[in-house]
């Protein structure tokens, strides 16, 4: 359960802050002095800190610089009553997380702190690799021994202590951001600030705003002046995710933070230094997006001084049952249930499925299954469609309304739908959807009769066994109208 602790002399900031996390699961410390302040803090070791500028007895800037002697990570936000920022800034240059005017809207104090404490939460929780337990509660687990993740391990613990930037690289869902944890928590710098971004989550103009910060009326909205995230990170690690999305005029903006460690805030003029490692991410081809003058050639060398590259699921050879044991007990623990296996026939689906959306996708389709599941065994009922019927994962191949529930596939919507997700292995996805939906035509067309199915395929009995098998097909499936 995450804690916030306000060190304000004005009672109604105080109440404030308190109605605004009534309902949430934050546990909200007040202070109204700073000695008294500083003894919550040794005693809960809060996850987000507010503090007024303007304490009876010291100054919060004052204040400030004791406490972080005492935890240097801890996301502090300053609150002013002043009408001009400039000392709120000030005390920023020091490393805060951000600062609030007076008089304080509740809806902004709730979403900066909740941004707060998932930075707190980003930078405390482990990211441990396969030999940690893996139902540890504290923390984050890379789980898989494969001979592929095993690799990446070792190339964490070459790169993690040296003060390079580092590309990652992989499919969506495959777990880039825990890398990058875990990268920033075996670094130099893991006593400093580490927050991620995620680039194709925003707008150009607010994207350059979250990363470099801008000026009081920089652009429609802007009222007053924004310290973006770079600056922010003074000393620390900031995570690009999705970096292939960046915008040109962005582009030009990081490359030159890369070289030159200097920057401008949006609709400024004043040049910044600061101190940054660069950790970024992304599923896209930047090989391609070069070539097509979508991605700056020298942007991608200075963000490629080492490269990782994350394997999809489906290549992680041994690794699937690891995981569904993972988040057996990690969801056990969280749900409150008590679900002990997966049946046979159901643990087939899960192998054979290609999982394009990889360690996210088995997360999402364990958890339903759990939720929906009644008894101790997760059974082929319990899990979604796409896995049942071995398509990909939004997959437009469907049941058509006819009676006889024939399947059919609209080939060029999955080519346009697997294109539009950025896929790196359509060859596969679309072989797999076709040899499926031929075979299920086929045994239809036999009645489920194998011996006439492979005659009419021109395979043999055995190797149709053989993709019946890979495919998660049974003959009842197939036969049984209505399905």
Not at 22 to 33: I, N, P
Not at 174 to 193: D, F, M, P, T, V
Not at 225 to 250: K, N, Y
Not at 319 to 333: C, G, P, S, V
Request: proline share 4%; glycine share 6%.
């Amino acid at each position: 359960m995450a804690s916030l602790l306000v060190i304000d002399d004005d009672r109604t900031v105080l109440l404030l802050v308190k109605k605004a996390f009534k309902d949430s699961d934050v546990v909200v410390h007040c202070a109204g002095a700073a000695e008294e302040g500083m003894q919550l803090l040794h005693e809960h070791r809060p996850d987000a800190l507010l503090l007024d500028i303007m304490l009876p007895e010291t100054s919060g800037i004052e204040l400030a610089h004791e406490i972080r002697a005492i935890d240097n990570r801890l996301p502090l936000i300053f609150i002013t009553a002043m009408n001009d920022s400039d000392t709120a800034i000030e005390a920023m240059k020091m490393g805060a997380y951000d600062y609030l005017l007076k008089p304080l809207d509740i809806r902004q104090v709730r979403i900066l702190i909740e941004r707060a404490l998932e930075v707190r939460r980003l930078m405390n929780s482990p990211v441990r690799l396969q030999e940690a337990e893996p139902d540890s509660e504290d923390s984050d687990v890379l789980v898989g021994r494969s001979p592929k993740m095993l690799e990446v391990y070792k190339q964490i613990g070459r790169v993690a202590a040296q003060d390079v930037t580092v590309l990652i690289r992989g499919e969506s869902g495959s777990g880039k951001e825990l890398i990058a944890r875990a990268l920033y928590q075996h670094s130099h710098r893991n006593g400093a600030c580490f927050m991620a971004v995620n680039c194709a989550a925003l707008t150009d103009t607010l994207l350059e705003s979250e990363l470099f910060g801008h000026e009081k009326g920089a652009f429609t909205g802007a009222d007053r002046r924004h310290i973006g995230r770079f600056e922010q990170c003074h000393g620390g690690t900031i995570f690009l995710d999705e970096v292939g999305d960046m915008s040109p005029a962005t582009q030009s903006k990081v490359l030159r933070l890369l070289q030159e460690q200097k920057f401008e805030r949006v609709g400024g003029h004043e040049t910044i230094s600061v101190d940054v490692r660069v950790i970024s991410a992304t599923n896209r081809d930047l090989e391609q997006m070069i070539e097509n003058n979508a991605f700056r050639l020298d942007l991608f060398h200075r963000l490629n001084g080492f490269e990782i590259q994350l394997p999809p699921l489906r290549e992680r050879q041994g690794d699937l049952k690891l995981l569904l044991d993972h988040f057996l007990k990690r969801f056990n623990a969280q749900l409150r249930k008590n679900i002990t296996e997966i049946s046979p026939e159901a643990l087939r689906m899960l192998e054979n499925y290609t999982w394009p959306g990889n360690i996210r996708e088995l997360q999402a389709a364990v958890r339903r299954a759990m939720l929906m599941a009644t008894g101790p065994t997760i059974v082929p009922e319990l899990l979604p469609k796409e896995i049942v019927e071995n398509l990909p994962s939004g997959a437009v191949a469907r049941r058509a309304a006819s009676s006889d529930g024939a399947l059919t596939v609209d080939l060029a919507g999955f080519v346009d739908e697997r294109l539009a997700a950025d896929s790196i292995n359509l060859y596969q996805e679309a072989l797999h959807l076709l040899e499926r939906y031929l075979l299920t035509r086929v045994l239809r067309e036999t009645q489920g009769n194998q011996s006439k199915a492979a005659r009419r395929l021109g395979i043999t009995r055995g190797s149709l066994r053989n993709k019946m098998r890979e495919l998660g097909i049974q003959v009842g499936q197939v036969v049984e109208p209505g399905e």
